[in-house]
């Protein structure tokens, strides 16, 4: 038997240490280290064992190595594709991150039954094989090639790969599986990075790509492996209200390709649908209460136009309240501020709530201006109408600030059938068929609207 030995790993971020420390030096956070045992065994243990490698590893000369380009093919799915930076990458390792039940399981099941003419390996540790098999049906799609394996062992998926040789491996969950070298429990810093660590060198030795589900901690970030960030190649998020029905999916990091991808996707009764112009279902029909204004953001690389929905109602308890869906409330407060030092709104008095309607989160700065007229249109109770869309950054002066590509911001309001744009003045020249207003302030926005 070899030695016990136990290190101390912070839960957060995975920094390690040999005693127990109460604030991480490394993230900042208090109380995050757990002593894990790190035993390594004698007996051989099945890992993966890359055949017809060459004995040693040389340096090679970087010209003589030859760039091909990025050998990728479709996924079937659009908006994965998309995100993915053009498809799926031979022996790429991709983390798929989320909240439980937002539907990692179901768009990777989808994915697995729709590549039928390649032979794919969807392991669950999670799932019984039944389990799998009822939501396959629900998805409604056959194929003759994707084989399922309920196992949390390493090892033993990695003996089972021997005998399949799958072309995709899907792991549900990362958190679940558990490698016998080591002895710390599943789904902890240690073994999480062991087995990640395991699964990147089968995938680069063998060629084949890797897609890890992984749970995200209530702060939202994928659970503890801030470490499994830094291994994989791609890290895709899957957000969006769980009460809602739109799905986006977002590439926080990728190796080959741009971070700025978004897709989106509609949880229906039967599978996740791509959503193809996402824009039109953001907006409702025909909601022309004051308080309610639109914005044209980009989100990644596509313009989307987000409806903004403000209550602005007198405080009836001593706090005046701001609650937000969808937008930094620490944002909102900024804006209130300016609105209540340049324009002379008393909102300090108000109970203020924002809504970004379709439940999906916005973090573009150009929805500054949707949100103060939003505000405003509330506060005065008068409606904007309904043809008319903002687009614009707000500075602490009340000023507006321009914002990046006004063109295609602007082009999809013309697309849905806006009139009117109110934007920064800029020295671009626009060439759109709507009504353009710039301004450079907010009181000139506000004056020019509502007169
Ligand atoms: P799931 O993939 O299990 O989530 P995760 O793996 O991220 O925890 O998806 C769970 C939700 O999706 C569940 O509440 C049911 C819903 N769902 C549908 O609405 N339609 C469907 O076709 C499927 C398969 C699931
Ligand atoms: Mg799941």
Request: with cysteine; glycine share 10%; proline share 4%.
């Amino acid at each position: 038997m070899s030695k016990l030995r136990t290190t101390f790993f912070c839960q957060n971020c995975g920094a390690n240490s040999a005693k127990w420390v109460g604030k991480c030096p490394s993230c900042g956070e208090w109380n995050t280290y757990v002593e894990e045992v790190v035993q390594k065994e004698k007996e051989e243990v099945a890992a993966w064992k890359p055949s017809g490698l060459p004995a040693r590893n040389v340096p090679r000369r970087i010209q003589d190595i030859k760039g091909e380009k990025l050998d990728r093919y479709s996924s079937k799915d659009g908006e994965l594709d998309r995100v993915l930076g053009g498809g799926i990458v031979h022996g790429s390792l991709v983390l798929i991150g989320g909240e439980p039940g937002i539907g990692k399981s179901t768009l990777m099941l989808q994915i697995a039954v729709q590549l039928s003419e390649k032979k794919v390996l969807y392991v669950s540790g999670e799932e019984s094989l039944q389990q799998i098999r009822m939501r396959a049906d629900r998805i409604g799609i056959k194929s003759d090639n994707c084989f399922l394996l309920s196992e949390t062992s390493l090892g033993e998926i990695f003996n089972q790969i021997g005998g399949l040789e799958p072309d995709i491996l899907v792991i549900d969950s990362i958190q679940t599986l558990h490698s016998s070298h080591l002895d710390a429990a599943p789904g902890s810093i240690s073994q999480v990075r062991d087995c990640a660590a395991q699964l990147m060198r089968f995938a680069k030795e063998s060629d084949t790509p890797v897609f890890l589900i992984g749970h995200i901690t209530k702060e939202g970030s994928i659970a503890g492996p801030k470490v499994l960030e830094h291994m994989v190649d791609t890290v895709l998020q899957f957000e969006g209200d769980r009460h809602h029905i739109y799905r986006i999916l977002r590439t926080t990091k990728n190796r080959f390709g741009s971070t700025s991808e978004l897709g989106i996707y509609q949880m229906q009764e039967d599978g996740l649908r791509e959503v193809a112009n996402p824009s039109e279902i953001l907006l409702s029909a025909d909601n022309d209460n004051p308080g309610v204004a639109i914005g044209s953001t980009i989100e990644g690389n596509r313009p989307l136009l987000i409806e903004v929905q403000a209550l602005v109602s007198p405080a009836t308890y001593g706090t005046p309240q701001r609650s937000t869906t969808g937008f930094d409330v620490k944002r909102l407060h900024m804006l209130l501020a300016v609105l209540e030092k340049r324009m002379g709104l008393r909102l300090g008095i108000q109970d203020v709530f924002l809504n970004i309607t379709g439940g999906i989160r916005v973090d573009d700065p150009s929805l500054d201006l949707a949100v103060c007229a939003a505000v405003f249109s509330s506060y005065q109770d008068m409606a904007i109408p309904r043809e008319i869309c903002f687009i614009g950054e707000i500075g602490l002066g009340g000023e507006l600030r321009s914002v990046n590509r006004l063109e295609n911001r602007i082009k999809e309001a013309e697309k849905l059938g806006f009139k009117q744009v109110y934007l920064s003045a800029s020295k671009e020249k626009l060439t759109q068929q709507v009504i353009q207003h710039p301004h450079k302030t907010l009181r000139a926005v506000f004056e020019d609207l509502f007169g």
